[in-house]
């Protein structure tokens, strides 16, 4: 879908916009809360324990990433998804391998080069929605799966392939992305003290715009690359038709003509109109899950995150589209 133009770009987009609304989400409000308040909880009890006990590497740091930042969005397109709780660590362990080539290394099996542990998971991947698609088209249910297995486009529903390639985007862009926001944003929060103290004071009344202000910051998606298909000049550069242009999120999040003083970190900044989820036809589908998500854990992490200090920086995987950060230490200082 995401290399479509209209017309066919919309009418994929479609079948699946219903379940990404405003309403829908509002829907899903109380459940992305409980949600974050749990996964909140787990992570600051695993925090205060590692500090106690020196935790996995005997320092008494805890990694952001595996303990908090997959929780939430991992379990929420999931559900979304109706794949059940049992599933989310092999969705997790084929989303990786697929979205980051480096990390297959550490899902190789006995004897296996990186090449056969790559084809290794996309054929478990692919045989995991192979049977995903045949159980939903025999019991279809009231999830998102059933839905776009029973979609049609112009009267023909859709072939496996189309099917396959709209559950792999869904999934993995419904929880690679928000993943690396949320462990952005705890690294911006921290390293910015004035600004995490007060999202401490008021997190109701701050975390819509500080959400705004960590996806602007942090830019999940590093760059698409388009094809230009006419002439156009933009800014005295004349862009010919053929031409690959490569639009670059977080150089167009700091441009001082839209933002001032782009390089402060202002979790108050008004207006706020970042392009972290893209712009026009291709804006993602899924931004308001994005923002409910982030807006859940913030409100829950904002009042422990004063007790929370880097304990390393962020490490990050080696992509040119979506660069995640694999691992952010962090340490319970209990000030």
């Not at 977080?250 to 712009?279: C, K, M, T, V, W």
């Not at 995150?305 to 694999?326: F, K, Q």
Request: one cysteine or more; charged letters at 25%.
């Amino acid at each position: 879908m995401i290399y479509r133009d209209r017309p066919d770009h919309v009418d994929f987009r479609m079948l699946a916009m219903p379940g990404f609304t405003r309403a829908a989400m509002t829907r899903l409000e109380d459940e992305l809360a409980a949600l974050a308040r749990s996964f909140v909880f787990d992570f600051v009890d695993a925090a205060r324990l590692a500090a106690d006990d020196g935790g996995d590497r005997g320092d008494g740091s805890i990694d952001v990433v595996s303990s908090l930042s997959v929780g939430v969005p991992l379990a929420t397109i999931c559900r979304i998804m109706g794949v059940p709780t049992s599933d989310w660590t092999d969705i997790l362990r084929w989303t990786d391998g697929l979205m980051f080539p480096a990390i297959l290394a550490t899902h190789a099996h006995g004897g296996e080069t990186v090449g056969d542990a790559r084809r290794r998971l996309g054929r478990e991947y692919k045989e995991y929605l192979d049977a995903l698609i045949a159980d939903r088209r025999r019991r279809p249910t009231d999830d998102l799966a059933s839905s776009l297995v029973h979609a049609t486009i112009d009267g023909a529903p859709l072939s496996d392939q189309q099917l396959h390639g709209y559950l792999v985007l869904l999934i993995a862009a419904g929880n690679e992305t928000t993943r690396n926001t949320i462990t952005g944003g705890v690294h911006a929060l921290l390293t910015h003290p004035a600004e995490r103290d007060r999202l401490a004071a008021d997190p109701a009344g701050l975390v819509d715009a500080a959400t705004e202000e960590i996806l602007r910051w942090t830019s999940p998606v590093l760059q698409f690359a388009r094809t230009a298909v006419i002439d156009y000049d933009l800014n005295g550069v004349t862009i010919h038709a053929g031409d690959t242009v490569t639009l670059w999120y977080p150089s167009a999040n700091r441009d001082e003509r839209q933002f001032p003083d782009p390089y402060r970190f202002d979790i108050g900044r008004h207006p706020n109109l970042h392009i972290a989820f893209g712009f026009g036809e291709h804006f993602c589908l899924g931004a308001n899950l994005a923002r409910w998500e982030l807006r859940a854990v913030f409100r829950e992490l904002a009042p422990h995150l004063a007790d929370l200090e880097p304990a390393g920086g962020l490490h990050r995987h080696p992509d040119l589209h979506v660069p995640a950060i694999h691992e952010f230490r962090v340490r319970w200082s209990g000030r």
